[in-house]
């Protein structure tokens, strides 16, 4: 299996440890897998990658992109609600910064790829779980009934580099790796 490349502003995570456990069938992020998704590559491979990386270089030199100052708001199914592939948290302060930013970026970064553009609105969001392959309606039930319980209004960030992540070399527990990063 080919291992995923994605471009995102990771996030100081430490958060994650403090919120509730959630039901056995998610799993939840580690600290250090947390971030907000700038263009997701899929597998592209390494060389397709680092070319999109490319492309960031050459947009941020022409047009810098000044630090993002996020909140965490609602956390939200993602995918199909009844099916949902993760659980993520919207931004409450800087949403309209974060979206312009997605916009402005996403489709250079797809295309230095060489891999579909993504057509939906940009939705920034942070991941906190994912349900396991195992997991049943009623876990994914429970799933929700714990995002609707999480308070996320106190956590903040400042978003101040960009890194290119893959597959994590222990995905049982990491799920990605940063490849190489660049700060804004």
């Known amino acids: ?19 509730p456990a959630p039901p056995s069938a998610l799993r939840l992020f580690h600290p250090e897998d947390v971030h907000l998704t700038l263009s997701f590559l899929g597998g592209c491979g390494e060389e397709r990658a680092l070319a999109a990386l490319g492309a960031l270089d050459a947009a941020l030199a022409a047009e810098p992109l000044a ?3 996020i909140s965490l708001g609602e956390v939200v199914p993602m995918g199909s609600r009844r ?17 312009a930013a997605l916009s402005r970026l996403r489709d250079v970064l797809a295309d230095a790829a060489g891999v579909t553009r993504d057509t939906r609105e940009p939705k ?3 991941t ?4 396991r392959g195992r997991a049943t309606e009623a876990d994914r039930a429970a799933g929700l009934g714990w995002a609707a ?6 956590v903040s960030a400042r978003l101040d580099r960009v890194a290119l992540y893959t597959w994590g070399e222990r995905r049982l527990e990491r799920l990605f790796r940063i490849v190489d990063e660049r700060r804004l």
């Open 83 to 99: 099916r949902y592939t993760a659980l993520s948290a919207l931004l409450g302060r800087g949403r309209p910064e974060a979206e």
């Open 149 to 154: 319980g999480l308070d996320l209004s106190g």
């Open 67 to 69: 630090p993002l100052a």
């Open 128 to 131: 906190l779980a994912r349900p």
């Open 1 to 19: 299996m080919r291992a995923n490349w994605f471009l995102a502003f990771p996030l100081g995570g430490a958060f994650v440890r403090e919120l």
């Open 124 to 126: 920034p969001h942070v």
